[in-house]
C-alpha cells in the first residue's frame, strides 16, 4: 500500500534500517551523546536557543503540557479546524478559561482578527495557533500572526505537529515559545517522539505552575537535559536514532531549505494534477499547505467513497476530517514518497473518477 495519508507516513529505508540497532540503556554515555547530538541538531534546525525536549509520546502530549506547564487561568485558541479545536478542548480538560477567535473552515486566521480578538479579551496570558491545520489542508501565516502576539506581550504556542520538518520554522525571530511537532509527519518517522521547543519565559511560567503534572514538567525536562544530557523517564531511543539520520540525511541533501522546497515541488505537482482531474481545492487560495492538500469531491462519488476506491488500488490516501468527512479527501506528501509514486496515485484517482 503506497501512503498518501497525513500521518503516520510512509519511511525512508535508511530510517527504518537504524532503528534496526540493539537498544543500549538511556543512563549510559551511548545515550548521552545521542541526545546532546540530536538537540543540537534540532536547535540548529528550527534556529533557536530555547530548550529542545524529547518527548516520548505524540504531539498531543506536548499540546497539553503547554497549557499545563504556562497557563495559569486563561488562554486564547485560534480555531480553524479540528486539531485548532482539539487545542481548546485540551485547555478546557486541564481547568482552564478558554477564550476562542474561530473563522470558517477553509479560512486562515489573520493578523487582524487577532489583533481585534486580543484588543478586546482581557487577562489571556498564551495564544495557540495550528501552524499547519491537518484537517483542512491549510497553513496559517505564522509570522504575521506570531508579530501580533507579541505585540500584546502574550506567550506564543504554536502546534506544528504537520509542518515542522516540511516548511521553514524559525523559533527566536518569530517568538514562539512552543512550537511541537511529531515523528510521524514530515520527517518521515515511525509515531512515538514528540519534538519541541521550550522558552525561558515559559520555562519561569513553569516554575510557578500549580498541579502541572510529572510527566510532562518542562522543568523536570529541563533538570534531566542540563545535568545528564537526558530525560526524566525511558526515552523512545529508536526514533530518536531515526530522528538522528533523517536530519544527517536532509544535511547530505543539501540543507532544510531543500527539503522545504521538495515539500513544495511536491505539493504543487498533486495540487495541479487533482485540478486537471476536475477537483478544486478546500482551502482559500494563497493558504494552501505544502504537506497535505485536502480536495473537495465532486460528482457522483463522495470523499469517503474515494478513500475506499483508492485502497482497492493500493493507495492510502486520508479522509476528510470532523464536518468535513465525506465532501473531501485528503492526499498527503509527507515521508518517504517519489515523484513516480505521486504520478501513479494521480492516474489511480484518475480511474476512480471515471469508474474505472
Not at 266 to 275: A, D, L, M
Not at 278 to 285: M, R
Amino acid at each position: 500500500m503506497k501512503l498518501f495519508t497525513v500521518g503516520p507516513v510512509a519511511c525512508y529505508p535508511e530510517v527504518l534500517e537504524e532503528m534496526k540497532r540493539q537498544m543500549f540503556s538511556h543512563r549510559s554515555k551511548e545515550y548521552r551523546e545521542l541526545h546532546k547530538d540530536v538537540v543540537e541538531r534540532m536547535q540548529k534546525f528550527l534556529e533557536t536557543n530555547n530548550q529542545i525536549f524529547l518527548f516520548p509520546s505524540s504531539g498531543t502530549g506536548f499540546m497539553e503540557a503547554s497549557v499545563r506547564n504556562c497557563v495559569e487561568k486563561k488562554m486564547l485558541c485560534c480555531i480553524n479546524g479540528e486539531f485548532g479545536r482539539r487545542y481548546a478542548e485540551v485547555g478546557i480538560s486541564n481547568g482552564k478559561i478558554v477564550e476562542t477567535l474561530e473563522v470558517k473552515l477553509g479560512k486562515p486566521i489573520t493578523p487582524n482578527l487577532l489583533d481585534e480578538k486580543l484588543s478586546s479579551c482581557p487577562n489571556i496570558e498564551a495564544v495557540t495557533i495550528t501552524h499547519n491545520e491537518t484537517s483542512t489542508g491549510l497553513l496559517n501565516p505564522l509570522p504575521e500572526l506570531a508579530k501580533v502576539v507579541k505585540k500584546h506581550g502574550k506567550l506564543l504556542f504554536v502546534d506544528a505537529v504537520s509542518s515542522m520538518g516540511g516548511i521553514d520554522i524559525k523559533v527566536d525571530e518569530w517568538g514562539i515559545d512552543v512550537c511541537f511537532g511529531s515523528s510521524q509527519k514530515c520527517f518521515g518517522l515511525p509515531p512515538g517522539l514528540a519534538i519541541g521547543s521550550v522558552s525561558e519565559e515559559a520555562l519561569e511560567k513553569s516554575k510557578q505552575a500549580k498541579n502541572k503534572g510529572w510527566y510532562f514538567d518542562f522543568n523536570l525536562f529541563e533538570k534531566y537535559q542540563k545535568e545528564q544530557w537526558s530525560t526524566p523517564m525511558t526515552p523512545a531511543i529508536p526514533q530518536i536514532l531515526a530522528l538522528r539520520k533523517i536530519l544527517e540525511m536532509i544535511e547530505e541533501m543539501g540543507g532544510k531549505q531543500k527539503q522545504f522546497e521538495l515539500y513544495l515541488e511536491r505539493s504543487k505537482r498533486i495540487r495541479e494534477g487533482v485540478t486537471k482531474l476536475g477537483f478544486t481545492l478546500f482551502p482559500e487560495k494563497g493558504y494552501e499547505s505544502p504537506t497535505v492538500t485536502c480536495v473537495n469531491a465532486t460528482g457522483s462519488i463522495n470523499g469517503s467513497e474515494i478513500y475506499e476506491r483508492m485502497r482497492k488500488k493500493g493507495f492510502e490516501l486520508a479522509r476528510g476530517y470532523g464536518a468535513i468527512r465525506d465532501t473531501t479527501f485528503r492526499i498527503g506528501n509527507m515521508g518517504y514518497i517519489t515523484f513516480e509514486d505521486i504520478d501513479l496515485m494521480l492516474k489511480a484517482l484518475g480511474e476512480v473518477v471515471n469508474n474505472k
